[in-house]
């Protein structure tokens, strides 16, 4: 336990007015600042009505109350949650209040997350899930985030640590038995097939990885091609709502403009752009700059052109999707899917009449089904895992590769892997790490 001498307290419903809000308290003054306001304590665990009052005696509110004492409670603390009409002069009332109440004070973001961590009421794999979760888009996002706050990476790494731990000691045990010479094999044998079983099996989750990394970024799709080919005409349609501006003037659109959206669970941005061509305008060139730069740096490029002759212009190595537009104004008016070589198909269009929409539609859920591939079996979702999870396995490699050299080394290889897991864990000097980790939280969680 780490007990904090300040209890901490938020608004962890969403921005006011709201029908209700939720005022959250933790620390050892979430009890006396409950009976502060209410007169007494209510049961534990039972939503309680109660009529919270000020200092003078006046109400402030009818509200349901909640009292979680600790440590059987989200932080491990006492904690204590109100539940308010989520009006801003209500919440202002109780903030000033709460405020002025000794060692208490707001809740930093994430605050109420790391006291939990703190605790030991949450690993750090499960804190991040549960980072993402709170952030997660579509569905898909949200059941992978869910895998993570279930503990699933966090049981295999405690799990795999404390069997290196165990592989480790047994080796070590031959060495204090070994005097002189050679540790007998009957004890390196069995903890090198046990690393090797370890070893094989982070190897698979680092394999199945990656793909679950990207569902949390999401995959991004640049809309690109020359002056009024429609270029934000479908970005409309694709996003349903008029976020860009289209208007017959080659030139409308400069900035970058971005929409997330949800295609099929998966989480897309798609990024309009200002035409390319040769201008004078340095507003209109900037634009371009810029337009060229995204386009490089996309997943997918939808080359979008009015003229089946245009070049394209090529400014990825990535895949680009050629695209025709306005066949409402042609007479031969063939939409849809024109060719569907998987490198590069051909799509036509009307972006206005929205005909052909459905075929492209469909084949940038089936792009995004590959480039995420299948996420339900991946652990990894972020930067930090992978590379703890890589250096264990590193660590473990060279375990196997120097025992014969001598077997302290391997013991100080499989120490090293144990540690990487237990930073995987929260478990080991990542103090550091935690103001980063946390930073990232929403207030009141
Ligand atoms: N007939 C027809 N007109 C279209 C279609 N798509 C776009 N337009 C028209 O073409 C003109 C240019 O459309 P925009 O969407 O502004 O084109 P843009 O590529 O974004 O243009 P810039 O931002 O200037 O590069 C507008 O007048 C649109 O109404 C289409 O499918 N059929
Ligand atoms: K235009
Ligand atoms: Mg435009």
Redesign the pocket.
């Known amino acids: 336990m780490h007990p904090h001498d300040q209890t901490i307290f938020a608004l962890s419903s969403g921005r006011p007015p709201s029908a209700i809000a939720i005022v959250r308290l933790s620390g050892v003054g979430a009890g006396p600042a409950l009976q502060t306001l209410t007169g007494k304590l209510p049961p534990p665990r039972l939503a309680t009505r109660a009529l919270l009052r000020d200092d003078r005696g006046d109400p402030i509110d009818d509200a349901v109350v909640l009292w979680f004492p600790g440590p059987a409670s989200a932080t491990g603390e006492d904690v204590a949650e109100l539940h308010v009409h989520g009006s801003r002069a209500v919440i202002t009332t109780l903030v000033s209040l709460l405020s002025a109440m000794p060692q208490m004070r707001a809740a930093d973001r994430g605050e109420f997350t790391r006291r939990a961590f703190e605790n030991g009421k949450i690993d750090l794999t499960e804190a991040e899930g549960l980072d993402d979760l709170i952030h997660a888009d579509t569905d898909r996002q949200r059941r992978q985030a869910l895998r993570q706050l279930k503990g699933l990476l966090g049981d295999k790494a405690r799990s795999w640590r404390d069997q290196i731990i165990q592989a480790a000691a047994l080796i070590e045990a031959g060495i204090d038995f070994a005097d002189e010479g050679d540790v007998p094999a009957e004890l390196i044998a069995p903890a090198l097939a046990w690393i090797r079983q370890l070893l094989a099996e982070i190897e698979e989750v680092l394999a199945a990885q990656g793909r679950a990394e990207r569902l949390r970024d999401g995959l991004t799709v640049v809309i690109a091609?020359?002056?009024?080919?429609?270029?934000?005409?479908?970005?409309n349609q694709l996003a349903r709502r008029e976020v860009?501006?289209?208007?017959?003037?080659?030139?409308?659109?400069r900035d970058l403009i971005e929409v997330a959206l949800d295609l099929d669970g998966y989480p897309v941005t798609v990024i309009?752009t200002?035409?390319i061509r040769q201008t004078d305008d340095p507003v209109e060139q900037e634009g371009v700059r810029r337009a060229r730069d995204r386009a490089a740096q996309a997943d997918l490029v939808l080359w979008?052109t009015e003229d089946d002759q245009a070049e394209l212009e090529r400014q990825t190595d990535g895949p680009i999707w050629f695209v025709r537009?306005?066949?409402?104004?042609m007479i031969t008016e063939q939409s849809g899917a024109i060719s569907v070589s998987p490198e590069s198909p051909v799509f036509a269009?009307?972006?206005?009449?929205g005909a052909g929409m459905s075929d492209l539609l469909e084949a940038l859920v089936g792009f995004a089904r590959d480039y995420f591939g299948s996420t339900e079996h991946g652990l990894i979702t972020r930067e930090r895992q992978r590379t703890l999870l890589s250096e264990t396995a590193a660590a473990l490699r060279r375990s196997i590769a120097v025992v014969d050299l001598g077997e302290e080394l391997a013991a100080e290889e499989l120490r090293i892997a144990a540690l990487a897991l237990g930073r995987l864990l929260g478990r080991v000097d990542v103090e550091d790490l935690l103001d980063v980790i946390f930073r990232e939280f929403c207030i009141g969680k």
Not at 227 to 235: D, H, I, R, V, Y
Not at 349 to 353: D, L, Q, T
């Open positions: 091609g020359p002056p009024n080919a429609g270029k934000s005409t479908l970005m860009a501006i289209v208007s017959p003037h080659a030139g409308t659109t309009d200002a035409g979008l537009n306005k066949i409402d104004l269009i009307s972006a206005r009449s």
